[in-house]
């Protein structure tokens, strides 16, 4: 009578057993459709190397943070890094035939115009063209560089004519080259664009990968609004000024290389007190100008991170308030 009492109990114990182990699998399953680690949406697309041009895959997510924890100076417009593929347009840039693959984008000989707001995934090469950005002054456009090298012999490699805000995000691991010429030939009534990488409204460059801008007629990078570099690696050559903001140039993190045969970052916004400043918290930057290294009209502050300058000017141009945190300037 024990035995059979005993076995009986054993019985229940078991399909007691039986009954969480299902209870775990069908978890599993209903997270896990695939019977794989689901693909988390934040990761970041890096190239394919086995992809056809313009296509991206997705690498461990746990390795780069995809929104970038940053003061009130950025929105979340500029930190957020991570976007799905899927839900891109896709342009392959390619000489007298780019493609579109997606909306929001024309293509009129070697000058591709994107017209609606929206992410934008760009690679290949252009030899004589340019990218356009021409959307709603409350609309946002995000081009994602995945690869990419552009010149232009008449006018700006990227022209951003109207926008709320553009962002430029250099996928991971990839290299994008942007070049102009000594002349331009394409300018409006007021002289622009007047840089390899011009903006007429906001402009933030974040991501993993680097941004080289060849300049030659003008400045390298300029922005009529805020100009911000949140993460990535900036190489800028110019024979003016490297980067040109109108109310303020803004950095988080990242590493921006300079050669300037003017000043390297300036800031000339004279319209509003509460514009015209340089604000700096962390990241490097190596700066070389012939005239100055760091030109804003009332305020630069530097709260972390390292300005190594070489220049022929001051390091520090500015009429109004300087803020400087400890070993954050190092002149040579």
């Known amino acids: 009578m024990k035995t059979t009492r005993f076995f009986g109990k054993l019985k229940a114990f078991a399909i007691v057993l039986t009954a969480i182990a299902l209870i775990f699998a069908v978890c599993a399953c209903s997270s896990d459709p695939a019977g794989e680690k689901p693909a988390d949406p934040t990761a970041a697309p890096v190239e394919n190397p086995t992809a056809t041009p313009g296509e991206t895959a997705n690498e461990d997510p746990s390795t780069i943070p995809q929104v970038v924890s940053t003061s009130d100076q950025f929105t979340k417009f500029d930190t957020t890094i991570a976007y799905v593929p899927e839900e891109c347009t896709k342009i392959v840039l390619k000489q007298d035939a780019s493609e579109v693959t997606g909306q929001g984008a024309v293509v009129e000989g070697n000058t591709v115009t994107i017209n609606t707001a929206g992410s934008y995934i760009l690679s290949g090469t252009l030899t004589d063209g340019q990218i356009v950005v021409n959307v709603e002054k409350t609309e946002k456009v995000r081009l994602i ?163 190594t300058t070489k220049v022929d000017g001051k390091s520090l141009n500015c009429l109004g308030e300087v803020s400087i945190a400890k070993g954050s300037l190092v002149e040579k």
Do not use: Q, W
């Open 145 to 307: 560089l995945n690869g990419v090298s552009v010149t232009n012999t008449k006018s700006a490699c990227i022209y951003v004519m109207s926008a709320d805000k553009v962002g430029i995000t250099m996928a991971t691991g990839t290299e994008n080259t942007f070049t102009d010429a000594k002349t331009y030939t394409e300018l409006d009534a007021k002289g622009n664009p007047n840089a390899c990488i011009y903006s007429k409204d906001d402009l933030t460059i974040n991501g993993y990968g680097s941004l080289t801008v060849n300049a030659n007629y003008n400045n390298g990078i300029g922005c009529k609004n805020d100009l911000s570099i949140v993460t990535g690696t900036v190489t800028v050559k110019a024979p003016n000024n490297a980067l040109k903001a109108k109310e303020s140039f803004r950095m988080h993190d990242g590493i921006v290389n300079v050669t300037s045969e003017d000043d390297a970052v300036k800031v000339d916004g004279d319209d509003d007190i509460s514009k015209g400043y340089i604000f700096i918290e962390g990241g490097t930057l190596n700066l070389t100008a012939a005239d100055d290294a760091l030109t804003a009209t009332f305020k630069i502050t530097i709260t972390g991170g390292v300005v």
